[in-house]
C-alpha cells in the first residue's frame, strides 16, 4: 500500500496530497529561508520520488531567487513550498500530520541565529499558563483542520 499524506494552508484555500516515500525532512537555517517562513529557520520535506498533487486551490509563488521560487497560499500566507531545479520541498508545519517527519539535517547553518540552539531549553509552559492569555480559553479556530474536507469552508 503506498502511503500518502495530506496538507494545507491555515485558511484552507490550498490542500495537497502526497503518495508514496517522501525524501529527507531537514531544517534551513540560511537567511533566505528564515524570511520566506518568518521564523528562525524553515522546516522542509523533500517530495523526492513522490507525487504531489494539488487537492484544493495551488500556491502563488514568489521567485526569491534566480534558482528559486517559494510557494504559499495567497488567501492567508502560510508557506507551502521551496521550488528548485532539484525538486520541490513542503513545508513540514503544513501537513495534516508533521509529527510524521523528523528532520535528519540543518542545512544553511551559516544563518543560524545565536539563540535557536537553546530554545529547547528554555522554561516550559501551556498556552493557558500565560495570565495575560486568559481571553485563549474562549478561543474557536477559523484554520482548517488536520484532514480533508468536503466543503470547506463550512457552510
Ligand atoms: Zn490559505
Ligand atoms: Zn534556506
Not at 103 to 108: I, T
Request: hydrophobic residues 35%; contains cysteine.
Amino acid at each position: 500500500m503506498t502511503e500518502t499524506h495530506s496538507g494545507g494552508c491555515q485558511c484552507g484555500a490550498v490542500r495537497f496530497r502526497v503518495d508514496g516515500a517522501l525524501g529527507d525532512a531537514s531544517v534551513c537555517h540560511c537567511r533566505m529561508c528564515q524570511k520566506a517562513f518568518g521564523g528562525f529557520y524553515a522546516p522542509l520535506v523533500s517530495v523526492g520520488k513522490a507525487t504531489l498533487t494539488w487537492t484544493r486551490g495551488a500556491p502563488k509563488r514568489f521567485q526569491s531567487s534566480n534558482i528559486v521560487a517559494r510557494g504559499f497560499c495567497g488567501d492567508c500566507g502560510t508557506p507551502l513550498t521551496y521550488e528548485a531545479p532539484d525538486g520541490i520541498a513542503l513545508a513540514i508545519g503544513a501537513f495534516d500530520r508533521p509529527q510524521d517527519f523528523t528532520p535528519v539535517v540543518q542545512w544553511g547553518v551559516e544563518g543560524k541565529l545565536p539563540y535557536t540552539d537553546r530554545v529547547h531549553a528554555l522554561p516550559e509552559q501551556h498556552t493557558l499558563a500565560d495570565p495575560n492569555a486568559a481571553f485563549l480559553v474562549n478561543v474557536i479556530s477559523n484554520q482548517h483542520p488536520d484532514h480533508d474536507t468536503e466543503i470547506w469552508p463550512p457552510p
